[in-house]
């Protein structure tokens, strides 16, 4: 993939300004189309279409924007969660509403480019913090799929074509794709990959998902 994008949402400047030359400096370089300190402006302009939003949890105020997140996800967005909390609890919810990756921002440069890259690529990227976050839970070996991911899931399994599936669900075609890429790459983080519709079956079964008789 040539020309990668990112928009930047984060309420300090520094840390925007940090950030965009640590991607332009990266290899292959990314190319920071917006930013700003409101998450309006990963909809707006050039904005809304960066492969990757690198997104702060926490603009301007105590609580995580997780309802941003999840809109985020659920419009096909890819979000890379770049937040001052290590805290195991909010790494897991994030990658449960979708996030593809979180880093705390005491990891750095390396980190986020590689997390940056990796989400535009739709591989998968486990930083220092999200290792430990994934250790501790105890349901590590089923992937932290959000409710929109498996309702996505199941009506692939139940349908012909992703564009039946898109219809069904009122989201476009590429959101189902987005969805489902998301899907493999967390299967993949957790050693279990399931690289075809076969064998993402296979993988619902064997989680208990959905059963023979769904498909």
């Known amino acids: 993939m040539a020309g990668l994008t990112a928009v930047i949402v984060d309420d300090h400047p520094a840390v925007r300004a940090g950030v965009g030359q640590w991607l332009t400096e990266g290899t292959p370089p990314v190319t920071?189309?917006?930013?700003?300190?409101?998450?309006r402006v990963a909809w707006l302009g050039r904005g809304a279409d960066a492969d990757v939003v690198i997104l702060d949890l926490n603009l301007g105020g105590p609580a995580p924007v997780l309802g941003d997140l999840r809109r985020l996800v659920d419009a096909g967005r890819r979000v890379v969660v770049y937040s001052m909390r290590a805290d195991d609890s909010i790494?897991?919810?994030c990658l449960e509403l979708g996030a593809h990756c979180y880093l705390t921002k005491i990891e750095g440069?390396?980190?986020?480019?590689?997390?940056?890259?990796?989400?535009?690529?739709?591989?998968?990227?486990?930083?220092?913090s999200l290792a430990g976050a994934l250790a501790g839970d105890r349901s590590e070996r089923r992937p932290a799929l959000s409710?929109?991911?498996?309702?996505?899931?199941?009506?692939?399994?139940?349908?012909?074509?992703?564009?039946?599936?898109?219809?069904?669900?009122?989201?476009?075609?590429?959101?189902?794709?987005?969805?489902?890429?998301r899907i493999r790459v967390k299967?993949?983080?957790?050693?279990?990959?399931?690289?075809?519709?076969?064998?993402?079956?296979?993988?619902?079964?064997?989680?208990?998902?959905?059963?023979?008789?769904?498909?």
């Open 32 to 39: 920071v189309v917006a930013e700003g300190a409101d998450v």
């Open 91 to 93: 790494a897991l919810q």
């Open 109 to 128: 440069a390396a980190h986020l480019v590689k997390a940056v890259h990796a989400a535009a690529w739709n591989k998968p990227y486990t930083p220092p």
């Open 147 to 181: 409710s929109r991911e498996i309702e996505v899931l199941i009506e692939w399994f139940q349908s012909e074509s992703k564009e039946f599936v898109a219809h069904r669900l009122g989201i476009s075609p590429s959101t189902v794709n987005s969805h489902l890429e």
């Open 187 to 215: 299967y993949t983080q957790i050693g279990r990959e399931a690289p075809s519709k076969v064998a993402l079956a296979a993988r619902a079964i064997e989680d208990g998902l959905i059963n023979l008789d769904d498909l």
